[in-house]
């Protein structure tokens, strides 16, 4: 069974950093993407960033990050990363971790083509 494990969430002030990390493990076949999602209160669920987990690990942003958040991932450790700068209190939403296991390009972002979801880290931001 497909787990994901987040950590690092957190609380800080506007234009602080945070770095989330997702554990992955349990699969028999390497998910095709990983993905960071958020949820706020009365919002729905939105993409963050997504990044094939293939050799070109091209990665894929929501307007609202670009230039600030970083995905990457480490493949020897079945893992993920957040990494977000220049933090807004806009960015304040629960983030979970997913991962597909077949998805095009074109819908690297969108949640409900997701599979597998971590438990979710909270974000804060304050200004």
């Known amino acids: 069974q497909v787990q994901l494990v987040e950590s690092g969430g957190g609380s800080v002030q506007a234009g602080g950093s945070l770095r989330l990390s997702c554990a992955v493990s349990g699969y028999t076949y390497r998910p095709t993407y990983s993905g960071w999602f958020r949820q706020a209160p009365g919002k729905e669920r939105e993409g963050v960033a997504a990044?094939?987990?293939?050799?070109?690990?091209?990665?894929y942003y929501a307007d609202s990050v670009k230039g600030r958040f970083t995905i990457s991932q480490d493949p020897a450790r079945n893992t993920v990363f957040l990494q977000m700068n220049n933090l807004k209190p806009e960015d304040t939403a629960m983030y979970y971790c997913?991962?597909?296991?077949?998805?095009?390009?074109?819908?690297?972002?969108?949640?409900?083509?997701?599979?597998?979801w971590g438990q979710g880290t909270q974000v804060t931001v304050s200004s």
């Open positions: 997913a991962a597909a296991r077949v998805v095009t390009s074109r819908e690297a972002l969108t949640h409900t083509r997701y599979n597998y």
């Open positions: 990044i094939y987990t293939g050799l070109s690990s091209t990665p």
